[in-house]
């Protein structure tokens, strides 16, 4: 019963690299979400999406792209990284009803330079 | 802007002393859910209420809310070591699935 994983766990970036991280949530939930997490602030949204094929800009988009070609993966894209994106990135899932009660992954911390 | 802000932002208690913390918002809402987050690890759900709901209980946990106020309590009775963690208030824009996390409060029970 793994939930929600994500990959990788750890990654250190060169200013203007770009990479993807990858969720992955075997529950069959149809909602899937991106957040940023920094120091001493609560999460803030980045994209989500209500489906497959279906995605959505959260409270901070801009310099992020995600896709959802499939039900079970979320990825979230950083295009041209910025030390601002520093951060430490969580995936979560819910299923419709319920209240949307969200299951996380453990995070990705990301490291620009 | 945040929808959620919880308060206090700090919280150091002795075990078996109860912790309460708060959280305001700022539109309508279906409901709001409080979420615990370890040291270095992911946010798990402890408990959500209803907005038509005004309060509820789970273990030793106790919610009120109060949409008047637009404010949220999340009550921890006899705290134990193990309840320390950052706990976050998470809302969402009736309507939406915009989740908005207050900037949680950090508790400390010190055995």
């Known amino acids: 019963n793994a939930g929600v994983t994500q990959t990788p766990k750890f990654r250190v970036l060169k200013t203007g690299q770009s990479m993807t991280l990858l969720c992955a949530q075997d529950?069959?939930?149809?909602?899937m979400y991106w957040y940023r997490q920094d120091p001493g602030m609560g999460l803030r949204l980045i994209h989500y999406s209500v489906g497959e094929g279906t995605t959505a800009k959260g409270e901070v988009p801009d310099g992020y792209n995600v896709s959802r070609l499939k039900k079970q993966n979320f990825l979230l894209g950083l295009e041209s990284a910025a030390p601002s994106q520093t951060s430490v990135y969580f995936c979560?899932?819910?299923?419709?009803?319920?209240?949307?009660?969200?299951?996380f992954g453990a995070g990705t911390r990301l490291s620009v330079l | 802007s945040q929808q959620g802000e919880e308060d206090p932002q700090a919280l150091s208690i002795q075990e078996g002393e109860n912790a309460t913390m708060n959280c305001s918002y700022k539109t309508s809402i279906n409901n709001l859910q409080w979420y615990r987050q370890n040291s270095g690890r992911g946010l798990v759900h402890l408990i959500l209420i209803r907005s038509n709901e005004r309060e509820k209980h789970s273990g030793r946990l106790r919610v009120t809310l109060d949409t008047s106020k637009k404010s949220s309590s999340l009550l921890i009775t006899a705290s134990r070591a193990a309840d320390t963690a950052s706990y976050f208030c998470?809302?969402?824009?009736?309507?939406?699935?915009?989740?908005?996390f207050g900037t949680g409060t950090r508790l400390k029970v010190l055995a």
């Open positions: 529950m069959n939930h149809e909602y």
């Open positions: 998470a809302t969402a824009p009736s309507g939406t699935y915009k989740y908005i």
């Open positions: 979560a899932s819910s299923y419709q009803g319920g209240g949307n009660i969200q299951y």
